[in-house]
T-cell receptor, first 117, second 113 residues
Framework: AQSVAQPEDQVNVAEGNPLTVKCTYSVSGNPYLFWYVQYPNRGLQFLLK??????LVKGSYGFEAEFNKSQTSFHLKKPSALVSDSALYFC???????????????FGKGTSLLVTP | DAEITQSPRHKITETGRQVTLACHQTWNHNNMFWYRQDLGHGLRLIHYSYGVQDTNKGEVSDGYSVSRSNTEDLPLTLESAASSQTSVYFCASYRLADLREQYFGPGTRLTVT
């Protein structure tokens, strides 16, 4: 079975400060990991993914994430937060060899990021 | 540009009525999905399709059906709408061959009164 945990419902950070949104996962095989962002009344937008290779993945809008296999984590980070980063962030996983569910993604419950001026 | 669209964007219906939500993608992707988004649950898979004439149940498929008569469209039907189906529905598509991410539509907000 595959699952994702986002332990924080909300993360608050001041503009200009670094931000971290946490994600841990569980798969029986090797993971494909994704981060998506959702702005109010919008669909999900892809930020970045880990498939294989370098554990530090760089994505859109200055975001990056670090894959840590021993801790089964894939935390989202940004060195300097912007007010416009305020949104709902979803971590998602798929088992690399799992063809069930049409290769659908398993999503976390989401973390609301609020960046204050 | 290729895209994925959903219609309607907002729908209010009454309990017991049949409702169909449309999803259309121009990516030519074989794999398509329907998810529902609820507070505290994230996104949950309703149905998915590997290609034309193929449909499969996901985690929360009770009360929903889909059909796939062509590559571009995967309509989602609520056979007899219930208040528990009030939610935001997202369609997504994906091409397995190149391991790319899923592309999501803008969502349909459905309210069942």
């Amino acid at each position: 079975a595959q699952s994702v945990a986002q332990p924080e419902d909300q993360v608050n950070v001041a503009e200009g400060n670094p931000l971290t949104v946490k994600c841990t996962y569980s798969v029986s095989g090797n993971p494909y990991l994704f981060w998506y962002v959702q702005y109010p009344n919008r669909g999900l937008q892809f930020l970045l993914k880990y498939i294989t290779g370098d554990n530090l993945v760089k994505g859109s809008y200055g975001f990056e994430a670090e894959f840590n296999k021993s801790q089964t984590s894939f935390h989202l980070k940004k060195p300097s937060a912007l007010v416009s980063d305020s949104a709902l962030y979803f971590c998602a996983v798929r088992d690399m060899k799992d063809s069930n569910s049409g290769y659908a993604l398993n999503f976390g419950k989401g973390t609301s990021l609020l960046v204050t001026p | 540009d290729a895209e994925i669209t959903q219609s309607p964007r907002h729908k209010i219906t009454e309990t017991g009525r049949q409702v169909t939500l449309a999803c259309h993608q121009t990516w030519n992707h074989n794999n398509m999905f329907w998810y529902r988004q609820d507070l505290g649950h994230g996104l949950r898979l309703i149905h998915y399709s590997y290609g034309v004439q193929d449909t499969n149940k996901g985690e929360v498929s009770d009360g929903y059906s889909v059909s796939r008569s062509n590559t571009e469209d995967l309509p989602l039907t609520l056979e007899s709408a219930a208040s528990s189906q009030t939610s935001v529905y997202f369609c997504a598509s994906y091409r397995l061959a190149d391991l790319r991410e899923q592309y999501f539509g803008p969502g349909t907000r459905l309210t069942v009164t």
